[in-house]
């Protein structure tokens, strides 16, 4: 089955900087990938996806890539501001009809310093 | 956008006892929702998934007997963790996948403490 690897666990910048956050999939029949926000003590918040006929997505400060040869996938957030503090999660599934089990990441808890 | 609402919020329970949680889709219909649970500092674990109708189909590991899923409409999915003990304590979320577009969409979760 599907295992995804997240780096780093936890990511500590300065207010200003970027923030970059790492996935691997193990599975190349995965086609959807999705990027998560997670407050305390509240569930997770969608804040961007890719699928795979796409390279790249932007949305603002946050952007992903996808590299379907090396099973990669990666959120980049740019000029981070403290209330980008929280713990993100990446996911992988097969998104088709009725087959869209998502396969979460460990997650990477991000601190944002003023 | 579309919302996904769970009840209880927070839940304390004896050990021993069933608890009962709810989630709906308020303003979209959803075949199928999942429920996941997640440890404190850990990720989202998969739980099973549930379908409208149906029986759920439980994730490797999972005991069906003690996690009780039922999806009778297309808007509520409950899940009852029976005989609840201690280490059943976790952050349960649950998704719903609208039906029309697709998209997954996440409950708030229900925390549940077993003493």
């Known amino acids: 089955g599907e295992n995804v690897e997240q780096h780093p666990s936890t990511l500590s910048v300065q207010e200003g900087d970027s923030a970059v956050i790492k996935c691997t999939y193990s599975d190349s029949a995965s086609n959807y990938f999705p990027w998560y926000k997670q407050e305390l003590g509240k569930g997770p918040q969608l804040i961007i996806d890719i699928r795979s006929n796409v390279g790249e997505k932007k949305d603002q400060r946050i952007a992903v890539t996808l590299n379907k040869t090396a099973k990669h996938f990666s959120l980049h957030i740019t000029e981070t501001q403290p209330e980008d503090s929280a713990v993100y999660f990446c996911a992988a599934s097969i998104k088709g009809w009725n087959t869209d089990k998502l396969i979460f990441g460990t997650g990477t808890r991000l601190q944002v310093f003023p | 956008g579309a919302v996904v609402s769970q009840h209880p919020s927070r839940v304390i329970c004896k050990s021993g006892t069933s608890v009962k949680i709810e989630c709906r889709s308020l303003d979209f219909q959803a075949t199928t929702m999942f429920w996941y649970r997640q440890f404190p500092k850990q990720s989202l674990m998969l739980m099973a998934t549930s379908n409208e109708g149906s029986k759920a189909t439980y994730e490797q590991g999972v005991e069906k007997d003690k996690f009780l899923i039922n999806h009778a409409s297309l808007t509520l999915s409950t899940l009852t963790v029976t005989s609840a003990h201690p280490e059943d304590s976790s952050f349960y979320i649950c998704?719903?996948?609208?039906?029309?577009?697709?998209?997954?969409?996440f409950g708030p979760g229900t925390r549940l403490t077993v003493t």
């Open positions: 998704s719903a996948r609208d039906r029309l577009t697709g998209e997954q969409y």
